[in-house]
């Protein structure tokens, strides 16, 4: 069993992956086996019954020692370009049970979100992820699934046009507690963060779907 644990938002799992050499529907793939395997626990450390271990992100079997580390398999970006060539190049998954189980598919939809914010060859969807959309608050980054709460707050009015910017930053979080009063949320919740009340107010009229 795993005894420690760091784990990464979304973006960062994504960015392991891109620089480690992961692009298009690979990439996607290669996200959503990394929550099957480890959760996004970086750190993730778990025993065998043979007596081997698995390590980190895509939990590496320690059967590789002689080409990485346990130190370098516990730090995401050594952990991804292993993946990659262990998966040569995102096209072979049987090494991990993740896969092969179908458990990885789960997280596909949220995959698919962070992929294309790394991945500009990807398509922007009209999908929005909660969680990931609640670590990218105040982030300082620009994210595609961001202008999408943006532009519908905008057409709502809850959000000056000038607020499409990509990056949850503070105009947005006030624009959601707005949002979020509006529809009668309790004072204790407005707190300027998707949930699942207002993505269930927002979504359907805007035209976009959204997922955990």
């Known amino acids: 069993m795993a005894t420690v644990a760091r784990y990464l938002p979304a ?4 960015k392991a992956a891109y620089d480690a050499g992961f692009r298009g529907e690979a990439l996607k793939t290669a996200i959503a086996v990394v929550y099957a395997e480890s959760g996004g626990n970086e750190l993730s450390v778990n025993k065998n019954a043979n007596g ?3 390590w980190g992100l895509f939990q590496i079997n320690s059967i590789h020692k002689d080409q990485i580390t346990k130190a370098q398999a516990l730090t995401a970006l050594a952990n991804a370009k292993y993946a990659f060539k262990l998966s040569k190049s995102g096209t072979y998954w049987k090494p991990w049970v993740g896969y092969t189980n179908g458990n990885y598919k789960q997280y596909l939809p949220k995959a698919a979100i ?6 500009k060859s990807l398509p922007i969807l ?4 909660m969680w990931t959309l609640r670590e990218q608050v105040l982030d300082g980054k620009q994210h595609a699934q ?3 709460i943006q532009q519908a707050l905008i057409k709502e009015k809850f959000l ?3 607020g499409l910017t990509g990056t949850y930053d503070a105009a947005t979080v006030a624009a959601y507690k707005k949002l979020q009063k509006a529809i009668g949320l309790s004072v204790l919740v407005q707190d300027g963060k998707p949930g699942t009340t207002s993505l269930n107010w927002l979504a359907p009229r805007n035209n976009f779907t959204w997922v955990q």
């Open 11 to 14: 973006d960062a799992i994504a």
């Open 160 to 162: 000056a046009s000038t």
């Open 146 to 148: 961001v202008k999408v």
């Open 126 to 129: 009209r999908v929005v992820s």
């Open 52 to 54: 081997s271990e698995d």
């Open 114 to 119: 962070v992929a294309a914010d790394v991945d």
